[in-house]
């Protein structure tokens, strides 16, 4: 174990959104700027950031103008920021939570300035997203060290690449999950655990996303202990022409219409209430819902700051520190297969790791289920 940090500053991050409507073209203009987003040459992809972000921002406003005008993820991300930092104290004698985001204020080089001025002696970077990908975290944990790098911060820096298996995660939600299934009214509902999309083309290129998000649903599936528990996983928020890993949330609430089963739609890409809960979810696929016939809709949601998921929080922190070194929510050994390339992870995945969740996977009891997952 290494020895406890004085000072150590812990980062919390997330996608960011904008913070008014004046803010909302250039949030996007930043989104579709990363080459971890689009994934064209340079040139090609500042032309096609600026035409995107000229066509949509018109949209996307009026879609904030229904919840205030602005992004509320700074806002939760600012509360799951107090609540670690309030049961982090363990950790080190003087411990500070830092947030930035990685399209908006405050970004990473705001985050990294601040950092610097608290002086910390060890530094742990946490994503606000349990499963890892190059469009997430990767994106953002590469962001933040090239600013570190910038402005001269020398502390040791350490981050957790992912916990799409860990106990706390799953077990909030699954909380939840089970909660409304046992509060819905009337036939056997089914779990639809959603998730955001991505282009098929950046799983190909190794990305573990789409595995790890598979592992993650059927972990809470079974940590709900409920007995034959119909459920399946789809994905939201596509955008553009281009070939989206499936099967789509809208295809799965009409799928549930035909079968003439309620529904309980459960986010697990997303920790905190935004955008696309608040309107896609509440809103849209809610409305969708009903006017294909699901007798009934229930929205499980974020896990925020529940009080499972800090202190998971914070013990993944612990076992960054420990190790002096990027670790998953397993241990120090990569959880995903060699074919996905991009995991930040050397060497090939522990058998410890694979068996946590193969047999999960075959407890899955629709077989339509069984098919949309694989």
């Known amino acids: ?50 035409l995107l972000s000229t066509f949509r921002a018109p949209k996307t406003r ?16 600012n509360a799951q920021a107090a609540a670690l930092q309030a049961a982090a104290t363990d950790l080190a004698d003087d411990v500070r939570v830092f ?45 933040f060290r090239g600013e570190a790098a910038r402005q001269g911060l020398t502390a040791p820096i350490h981050h957790l690449c992912c916990y799409p298996h860990d106990e706390g995660f799953i077990g909030a939600v699954a909380e939840m999950v089970a909660s409304a299934h046992r509060n819905t009214i009337g036939p056997r509902p089914r779990v639809i655990f959603c998730a955001h999309s991505l282009p098929e083309k950046t799983i190909a290129a190794g990305d573990p996303y789409q595995s790890q998000m598979q592992e993650t649903a059927a972990l809470i599936a079974q940590r709900t202990g409920i007995a034959g528990l119909d459920w399946t996983l789809s994905y939201q928020s596509r955008l553009g022409p281009v070939k989206w890993i499936g099967p789509s949330l809208v295809s799965e609430i009409r799928r549930a219409g035909v079968d003439n089963v309620p529904v309980i739609v459960a986010p697990i890409s997303f920790v905190s209430e ?73 060497g090939q995945p522990s058998s410890q790791s694979s068996a946590q969740v193969r047999p999960v996977e075959a407890e899955r009891t629709s077989p339509k289920a069984s098919a949309a997952a694989a």
């Open 274 to 346: 935004h955008v696309e809960t608040l309107v896609e979810l509440d809103r849209d696929v809610r409305d969708l819902a009903a006017e294909v016939g699901v007798p009934g809709f229930v929205r499980v949601p974020a896990v925020r700051t529940h009080p499972q998921y800090i202190s998971s929080l914070v013990r993944l922190a612990g076992a960054v520190l420990d190790r002096g070194m990027s670790v998953c929510s397993a241990g120090v050994a990569r959880i995903c297969a060699s074919r996905h390339g991009k995991c930040p992870l050397p």
């Open 62 to 77: 009026r879609i904030y103008d229904s919840i205030g005008g602005k992004s509320v993820l700074l806002e939760e991300t």
């Open 99 to 143: 947030v930035f985001m990685r399209y908006w204020h405050p970004f990473p080089g705001e985050a990294v300035a601040q950092v610097k001025d608290f002086a910390p002696d060890r530094v742990v970077l946490l994503p606000l997203y349990p499963q890892f990908s190059t469009t997430t975290t990767g994106t953002s944990v590469a962001a």
């Open 1 to 50: 174990m290494k020895a406890r940090p004085k000072r150590l500053a812990i980062v919390i991050f997330n996608l960011g959104g904008p913070d008014g409507p004046a803010a909302v073209r250039p949030f996007l203009f930043n989104l579709f700027s990363d080459p971890n987003i689009l994934l064209m040459p340079a040139p090609l992809r500042w032309v096609a950031a600026r």
